[in-house]
């Protein structure tokens, strides 16, 4: 109900699904909030069109390992994300109010977001705060963020190390195929993200934007597809309101491409295969960084 929380504990389980059309391995339901404590080796395989740990509840999700010694493997069958929503067309397909404090997370994704968005379905509302996390999207999902046609939103990374890598048309993180980026804070921790081919390293997918990205502290290394910005918008998409500040370590390229096509820019425009990208309006660099 919601204002109650379960608390699950998953201890070296081993739960695969794959075989089964539309079943997930683990699936988190109800208006309240699930915590979800790691013990050991967990491995969470779902079939098609389920996310590997499948997150439906109204609440938040939140993956904590108070004793350092857990790790979550979560597969997504086909167009499920790892950790998040399943296909759209059946079942839920965004994948939001995810909060990963601890422990070793993988979450490699089918055409979908490593940790957000199944097919059709935005990421949103999404924290890591510890551990080391390795979100791979699957063919047009963001490793963190948006799925195929998902936007990735108000994402933070407060601490930890993060490893995102989009799937192609996808950013690593914040939009999938044809999803804008918007609301990335890094805080701290270290983050290193790449896009897939036409998309941004942090930002907007393939055709779409990225928006209203902040780096306040951390190390962040990102890194975009060909044609797509290293923070901002993707292959024809346009970057806008970029910070960085503070004591943050920042190392930004853009995708390489043919250079009489275009590229994208370290920092800015997605290459648009006319001309050369320009730097975004309203960019804030601090010169000490």
Same mark, same amino acid.
């Given at each position: 109900?919601t204002?109650?929380?379960?608390?699950?504990?998953?201890?070296?389980?081993?739960?695969?699904?794959?075989?089964?059309?539309?079943?997930?391995?683990?699936?988190?339901?109800?208006?309240?909030?699930?915590?979800?404590?790691?013990d050991?080796v967990?491995?969470?395989?779902?079939g098609?069109?389920?996310?590997?740990?499948?997150?439906?509840?109204?609440g938040t999700?939140?993956?904590?390992?108070?004793d350092?010694?857990g790790?979550?493997?979560?597969?997504g069958?086909?167009?499920?994300?790892g950790?998040?929503?399943?296909?759209?067309?059946?079942?839920?397909?965004?994948?939001?109010?995810?909060?990963?404090n601890?422990?070793t997370?993988?979450?490699p994704?089918a055409?979908?977001?490593?940790?957000?968005?199944?097919?059709?379905?935005?990421?949103?509302?999404?924290?890591?705060?510890?551990?080391?996390?390795?979100?791979?999207g699957?063919?047009?999902?963001a490793? %963190?963020? /948006? *799925?195929?046609? &998902? @936007? $990735?939103?108000?994402?933070? +990374? !407060?601490? =930890?190390i993060?490893?995102?890598l #989009?799937?192609?048309?996808?950013a690593? %993180?914040? /939009? *999938?195929y044809? &999803? @804008? $980026?918007?609301g990335?804070? +890094? !805080?701290g =921790?270290?983050?290193?993200?790449? #896009?897939?081919?036409?998309?941004?390293? %942090?930002g /907007? *997918?393939?055709?779409?934007? $990225?928006?209203?990205?902040? +780096?306040n502290g =951390?190390?962040?290394?990102a890194s #975009?597809g060909?044609?797509?910005?290293? %923070?901002? /918008? *993707?292959?024809?998409?346009? $970057?806008?309101?970029?910070t960085v500040?503070?004591?943050?370590r920042?190392?930004?390229?853009g995708?390489?491409?043919?250079?009489?096509?275009?590229?994208?820019?370290?920092i800015?425009?997605?290459g648009?295969?006319?001309?050369?990208?320009?730097?975004?309006?309203?960019?804030?660099?601090?010169?000490?960084?």
């Open positions: 109900e204002g109650q929380t379960a608390e699950v504990t998953l201890g070296g389980v081993d739960i695969d699904c794959s075989a089964l059309d539309r079943v997930a391995a683990v699936y988190t339901g109800g208006a309240g909030d699930v915590v979800i404590e790691l050991g967990n491995t969470l395989q779902s098609a069109n389920r996310a590997g740990l499948e997150k439906d509840n109204d999700l939140t993956i904590n390992d108070a350092n010694d790790v979550l493997n979560a597969f069958g086909d167009y499920g994300a950790i998040g929503g399943g296909d759209s067309d059946y079942y839920n397909g965004d994948g939001s109010g995810i909060i990963i601890g422990g997370v993988n979450a994704a055409p979908a977001a490593g940790i957000g968005g199944g097919r059709d379905g935005a990421g949103s509302h999404i924290t890591v705060n510890g551990g080391a996390v390795n979100a791979t699957g063919f047009d999902g490793g %963190i963020g /948006g *799925g195929w046609y &998902g @936007d $990735g939103s108000d994402i933070t +990374v !407060n601490g =930890g993060v490893n995102a #989009g799937g192609n048309f996808a690593g %993180i914040g /939009g *999938g044809c &999803g @804008d $980026g918007s990335i804070t +890094v !805080n =921790g270290t983050v290193n993200a790449t #896009g897939g081919y036409g998309g941004a390293g %942090i /907007g *997918g393939n055709r779409c934007s $990225g928006s209203g990205i902040t +780096v =951390g190390t962040v290394t #975009g060909s044609h797509g910005a290293g %923070i901002g /918008g *993707g292959l024809y998409g346009s $970057g806008s309101d970029v500040s503070g004591v943050a920042v190392n930004v390229q995708g390489g491409g043919d250079p009489d096509i275009g590229a994208g820019a370290g800015g425009n997605g648009n295969y006319l001309s050369s990208s320009t730097p975004i309006d309203g960019a804030e660099i601090d010169p000490d960084v």
